[in-house]
């Protein structure tokens, strides 16, 4: 019984445990095998992402005397997993935790008691820490937790040419409130040069090519032909093809000379890529910003500690990767890594699942790399 929950957490299936539990895998100090141990998570910091655990047998807990001489381990929690290197808890922290562990868990701290002959609630917070050390457990990388991208450009280009007939109907309303609030926070002005990278069916492209109006331009670029018809028609529609232009192009690789636009604008795309691949398509969209030029991007948002809806949406990108093709990124980070200054940043919630939104500035110097 007390081993099953390890058996749930190796068949991918931690997330029934929420965030309450943890499975440590640990490097035997004797055998130098790896040995896993579920933990209860007693307190929790986001930033930096950390887990601490008790040890509550103390020096006698193999797990607890494995991390003392290999700190470098690994946990699943929820529906991620995390390089993470061990500290022991000093007692001052640990005193605190303890406290509010007992304060705000009163029925686990009873349960916990009795397993191991202690009465928690009656015990001095100081003799608990003595007799129950704590273990931090801290990310390394938490920007690692990102999922990958499944499937080739190729791929990627044959799906939206079979989806762009019912894009509007399938994502197009879906997405429309997220839009609206890039497009706020971008500000595109008359008269300024705006690509819109990954433009779909075309509805910012519109909104942009007539805020610029006539003295302005607005380049639509995507990958897929079909929705660059659609983009193309949607700006004759509304007579705007004399403002507005669509460019068929790979975001890695932009058919634009240098310092071309004043702003830019990409909407669930840039998590279309695969992480090793958004250093290139922000290091692109600088390229072809002038200087100072302004980059407003609205994406699917890697929210740690996860809410339920970017959990279900994230397990159902890991098992139907081609079908929920986007996944939630660290947006505001990605941008800061290529370069940018993030001068505006929101989040806003769709149907639960996080939404980031933020304007990030190119350097006054230069557009270029």
Known sequence: MLRAPAVLFRLRLGWLFGNRLLMVSHVGRRTGRVRVSVLEVVAREDDPSEWYVAAAWGERSDWYRNLKQHPAAAIAVGWHRYQVV???????????IHSEYVREHRWAARLVGWLIGLDLLGSDPRLLAERIPLVALIAEEPTNTVAPVIGTRKETQATYDRIAPFYAAIEGVWERRARAAGLEALAPQRGESVVDIGCGP????????????????????????????????RLERHGLSGTGAVVQADAAHLPFADATFDAGFMSFTLELFDTPEIPTVLSECRRVLRPSGRLAVVALSKRLPAPPMQRAYEWGHQRFPRLLDCRPIHLEASLTDAGFTVTEARELSLWGLPVAVAVGKAPPSTGGR
Do not use: F
């Open 202 to 233: 075309g509805y910012v492209l519109s909104e942009l090519a007539a805020s610029v109006g006539s003295d302005g331009k607005a380049i639509g670029v995507d990958l897929s032909s079909k929705m660059c018809s659609s983009a193309h028609h």
């Open 86 to 96: 061990a500290r022991v808890v000093d007692i001052d922290q640990a005193v605190r």
